[in-house]
């Protein structure tokens, strides 16, 4: 099978359209400095690219794939973000990504006891889920957060401490008998004169 070096970081197994029966593994002998921890192997088709589990031994890369393609070694340096969307007494939720590598793991801590959480990778969401509906959720919280390079975010808040509340933008136009807001239509077009 055809290995197609483009720049050392960039190249091309195969072609894409040609399926593979089973997965294959892949050694290739690269150019250059990695950094074993943060340089992995991503499937690249458009915009899009899929993390391949990347074992490196010095300057040689090992790689599985499900299918044929274009590939690249890529460089994963930034952290994955948190942001909060509830925190209280009853429920724990956190919307988390991360730009390229993909979120490996992630903790909740409440006051140091271990509170579980579910994930809905599709939504990017994780929250809180009780083993006893009468827990409540009181102290210190600590979340970190982990990617498939290693970089990890950490959130830390008192449960005492509300969210700040969300700015609403102020709709232009007026509000129909439904709440929707109406648009006044203005005719551009001036009315020429009969003469």
């Given at each position: ?105 992630f903790r909740a801590e409440v006051d140091g006891k271990y509170v579980l959480m579910d994930y809905d990778f599709k939504r990017r969401l994780i929250w809180s889920i009780k083993s ?64």
């Open positions: 099978m055809e290995l197609n070096d483009r720049n050392g970081k960039s190249f091309q197994i195969g072609q894409s359209t040609v399926p593979l029966a089973e997965p294959i593994e892949v050694e290739y002998k690269t150019k250059g400095q990695f950094n074993p921890s943060k340089d992995l192997v991503y499937n690249v088709y458009g915009n899009a690219r899929r993390l391949q589990k990347t074992e490196w031994d010095s300057n040689r890369v090992k790689f599985r794939i499900n299918e044929l393609g274009d590939f690249q070694i890529l460089n994963d340096t930034i952290a994955p973000i948190i942001h909060p969307v509830i925190k209280n007494s009853n429920k724990l939720a956190f919307r988390i990504s991360d730009n390229l590598a993909g979120i490996k793991s006893d509906s009468t827990e409540t959720f009181v102290g210190d919280l600590k979340l970190s957060v982990v990617d498939n390079a290693g970089n990890e975010s950490t959130y830390e808040s008192n449960m005492d401490v509300p969210l700040p509340t969300p700015k609403l933008k102020k709709s232009k136009g007026k509000p129909s008998k439904k709440g929707k807001t109406i648009k006044k239509k203005t005719n551009s077009r001036k009315k020429s004169k009969k003469k």
